[in-house]
T-cell receptor, first 114, second 114 residues
């Protein structure tokens, strides 16, 4: 299993540009989520999904959009990039209460908005 | 709402010394608690988790944590630090808003002195 994969690893955007961060998992996990990591603030939940076709907002959803058309994929869209969205983005997945909801994280995407 | 406080953004210990990283949480329901480790330029890896079974939880790499409900704490310890333990450590809680939604502390950077 590849686990949770994210592309790209690095990205530089200009203010106002849009882009999609890709996330995929091959563990048949129902739950997927996106976090952003900023210095001194830990990780904050952006959006999450409890299954295909179901998404909801987390703590910091503004400026981001998600969809979940398949179990495997959970892309994160930046609609109009702003410098405040410069961050490291992590995708995670987990499957059930039997695992204690342990979340598996991808390697991250480092995004810089100029 | 749930929250996590990690006392000390930086902790420095000598190789072979005790490692103690502090985590206090708030939750209105019995929580799930997690410790994750992040090595430089990598994603997060689960060290250990508490899911209402044993209060003393053993994890990977010789780490363990004790759940103390009366103190709302879940401190991480390791009897003897190794140079390879240098990393950032995150405490996380879930439960209030669904067992799969994690709230992270701000992180503690552990430095090991030779």
């Amino acid at each position: 299993n590849a686990g949770v994969t994210q592309t790209p690893k690095f990205q530089v955007l200009k203010t106002g540009q849009s882009m999609t961060l890709q996330c995929a998992q091959d563990m048949n996990h129902e739950y997927m989520s996106w976090y952003r990591q900023d210095p001194g603030m830990g990780l904050r939940l952006i959006h999450y999904s409890v299954g295909a076709g179901i998404t909801d907002q987390g703590e910091v959803p503004n400026g981001y959009n998600v969809s979940r058309s398949t179990t495997e994929d959970f892309p994160l869209r930046l609609l109009s990039a702003a410098p405040s969205q410069t961050s490291v983005y992590f995708c995670a997945s987990s499957y059930s209460w039997t695992s204690g909801y342990e979340q598996y994280f991808g390697p991250g995407t480092r995004l810089t908005v100029t | 709402a749930q929250s996590v406080t990690q006392l000390g953004s930086h902790v420095s210990v000598s190789e072979g010394a005790l490692v103690l990283l502090r985590c206090n949480y708030s939750s209105s329901v019995p929580p799930y608690l997690f410790w994750y480790v992040q090595y430089p330029n990598q994603g997060l890896q689960l060290l250990l988790k508490y899911t209402s079974a044993a209060t003393l939880v053993k994890g990977i790499n010789g780490f363990e944590a004790e759940f103390k409900k009366s103190e709302t704490s879940f401190h991480l310890t390791k009897p003897s630090a190794h140079m390879s333990d240098a990393a950032e450590y995150f405490c996380a809680v879930s439960g209030d808003q669904g067992a799969q939604k994690l709230v992270f502390g701000q992180g503690t950077r552990l430095t090991i002195n030779p």
